[in-house]
């Protein structure tokens, strides 16, 4: 085990061996293998968003075991999915790449000002399908905020007691705030600090913008001069709201972005700002694999090649 390893695994000193066993097995698998950086693929996007729109880009992404085989071609930390894509392929792929299983999801059938999610997968789901860790969603702004909370105290009491680790996707959404709000530097490092209170191990939020939504906030920011100007800045602020960087951060691939240059550009604004990696979805499985893996691969160099910001503290 890396010294970096060693020292991302001290941070979480409440937890049992077991789910410290499983954190790190995520932090040294793949090519990233031992450098404290991730790179995972979430395939939610067939319930999130529907199977059209998520899959007929590169038909060959319908078939749930083409998500496994991507996965671990690429060399991913991580495979992140609903129940039934991952019983789908849990079986042939045993113990090829770690597995996170994500036990609550919405559907994109009805317009929701408020957005909810159903409680879709269990931990003990989790534990019969060999996962190292359960996913969950929370929406800060939602009305249903603190409903969502309550369920995710519960989710992850459980995951830990069975040795499980916990990755939260905390998505700012709902009647509380503004469309800009949503990626509002205030808010994404308000949404990664109720995350890790919420006791997760690794947080999954979008890249945030400079866009203050906050009037009592924007007085704290220009007060203490915080720099938020450019992306690599604004990913420090948000990992500093993690616990001063004693919580893993990564950082979501959003829509679409067929242009490598740009995403590439994103990857690399979140390696300098000290970002542990990234979560790409869309921008993986919507092109052919021989195109995602020269992708994903490109991605997985500048998180080791560059020297990034290390958070000792």
Known sequence: ???????????????????????????????????????????????EHGPARSFAPNPPAYNPLYHFELAIEAGCNAYAAPLGFLEAGARDFAGEIPLILKTNDNDALREEKDPNQALTASVQDALRLGCCSVGFTIYPGSAHQLEMYGQLRAYAEEAKRNGLAVVIWSYPRGSGLSKEGETAIDVAGYAVQIAAQLGAHIIKVKLPTAHIEQEAARKVYDERRIPIATPAERVRHVVDCAFAGRRIVIFSGGAAVFDDDTLLDEIR???????????????????????????????????????????TR
């Open 1 to 47: 085990m890396t010294p970096r390893v060693r020292e991302i695994l001290s941070w979480y000193g409440a937890d049992s061996a077991g789910t410290l066993t499983n954190l790190a097995r995520l932090l040294n698998h793949g090519r990233l293998a031992g450098t404290g950086k991730f790179v995972i693929l979430p395939v939610d996007q067939g319930f």
């Open 269 to 311: 604004s979140i390696h300098a700002g000290g970002g542990f990696g990234s979560i790409l979805g869309r921008n993986s499985f919507q092109r052919p694999k021989e195109d995602a893996l020269r992708m994903l691969g490109a991605v997985m160099d500048i998180y080791a090649a560059m020297p990034g910001r290390d958070r």
